[in-house]
Each structure stands twice: as C-alpha cells, then as structure tokens.
C-alpha cells in the first residue's frame, strides 16, 4: 500500500541553523501539506502546496519557512534560521487528486529538536 | 475560521467495555468531520470521514461516529474496545470548496488507554 514517507525521523539542530525536512509524497497525488505539533498541543496547519506554489499558508508560515517540490518525487519543508519554539513534530501530508473530500494521508513525522 | 474541541485529553477504559471520545466543532460554514488515529511512532491515519448524507458514520474496525448539526458534535463512539485500540484519537474539520487545499483543523487529541 502506498504510503508517505519523511526523513529524518529526529533532527537536532543548533538555534540560527537551517534544517530541510524531507517527505515523499504518495506518487499521483497532487496536493501536499506540512502540520507541525508542539509537545503536549494540538496538530496545526503550516501550508499547502499545489500545481507548484503554495494555496495556503497559516500565520505560523512565515519568512523563515519555505517548501519546495524540487524533482516531483521530493517536498521539503526549510526553515532557515531555527528557533527553540521551531521544536515540535513536523508532519507531511497528500491528498489525491481535484474535489474537496479527498483523505489526506500523513507521514510517520519527523521531530525536530532547537537546542 | 473552524476550532475543534476534544475536552477529554485521556480516557482510561478496560477491554471489551463501551467508549465515547467527544468532540465539538465551532464553524460559520459548512464543514466535514474527520476522526484520525496515530498509534505510537506511527503518523495519522484517517479513521473515519463525515461528507454528507447519513449523520451515522462507521470505521471497518467497529468506530462509528454520529454527526451532530444542532449541537456541533461528532463524539467518536465503539461498543466494545480492544487492546488495540489504544492510541490516540484527532478530531478535525475542514472547510470544503476552499481551492481544493482544504487544510485540516484538529483537536488537541484523546489519549484512549485500553486496559486488562
């Protein structure tokens, strides 16, 4: 069955880096997502990503971030200059093909830590 | 704008006994309910989904769920839990004809502890 995927799994990073987490969506899917949630909080929208630019993006989605679909396969989330409040669990998510119903389907996470 | 609500952040249940996990939504459109469950180091995965049509909703594995309009609810519902079933259980809602983007707006989840 066709799944999501995310790499790395745990990311550790120093306050001032950039760090690119990765995903690998469902291979004909064509929206794409990024929810982030902060230990103990709910799961929060980021953005979404269709037709190669970004539909929607929350108020969290600032300058610092940005997403990329750079070879078809690939949709990485950059944050470049990490704060401590960037520590949380970052999730992908695809979602089929047009119409407003379709299930979207998450990757496994990748938890980013800002030391 | 869309909020959820999920007041129980964990619920306790021995094997075989009936659970409801509650949830309350807050939208000034219509929107579609959705239950997610994430087992440990596990990412979500959709349980069960309310479109339209019937307000009674059900999972292959037993969940079902109730569409509520008046009381803006969709308590998740199973008559007889398993050990399995411990995880922990999203609500979320979703504003349909938003572009086809249709980000999701969850709870703070419900940790469903299934115990001997």
């Known amino acids: 069955e066709p799944e999501v995927t995310q790499t790395p799994s745990h990311q550790v990073t120093q306050m001032g880096q950039e760090v690119i987490l990765r995903c690998v969506p469902i291979?004909?899917?064509?929206?794409f997502y990024w929810y982030r949630q902060i230990l103990g909080q709910k799961v929060e929208f980021l953005v979404s990503?269709?037709?190669?630019?970004?539909?929607?993006k929350s108020e969290i989605f600032d300058d610092q971030f940005s997403v990329e679909r750079p070879d078809g396969s690939n949709f990485t989330l950059k944050i470049r200059s990490t704060k401590l409040e960037d520590s949380a669990m970052y999730f992908c998510?695809?979602?089929?093909?047009?119409?407003?119903?379709?299930?979207?389907?998450f990757g496994p996470g990748t938890r980013l830590t800002v030391l | 704008a869309q909020s959820v609500t999920q007041l129980d952040s964990q619920v306790p249940v021995f094997e075989e006994a009936p659970v409801e996990l509650r949830c309350n939504y807050s939208?000034?459109?219509?929107?579609?309910l959705f239950w997610y469950v994430q087992y440990p180091n596990q990412g979500l995965q959709l349980l069960l989904k309310?479109?339209?049509?019937?307000?009674l909703v059900e999972s292959i594995n037993g969940f079902e769920a109730e569409f509520n309009k008046s009381q803006t609810s969709f308590h998740l519902r199973k008559p007889s839990v398993h050990i399995s079933d411990t995880a922990e259980y999203f609500c979320?809602?979703?504003?349909?004809?938003?572009?086809?983007?249709?980000?999701?707006?969850f709870g703070t989840g419900t940790q469903l502890k299934v115990e001997l």
């Open positions: 939208s000034s459109v219509s929107v579609y």
């Open positions: 309310y479109l339209s049509g019937s307000t």
């Open positions: 998510a695809s979602k089929g093909g047009q119409g407003s119903w379709g299930e979207q389907f």
């Open positions: 990503f269709y037709n190669n630019e970004i539909s929607e």
């Open positions: 979320a809602v979703s504003a349909p004809g938003t572009g086809g983007g249709n980000k999701l707006t």
């Open positions: 291979s004909n899917h064509l929206y």
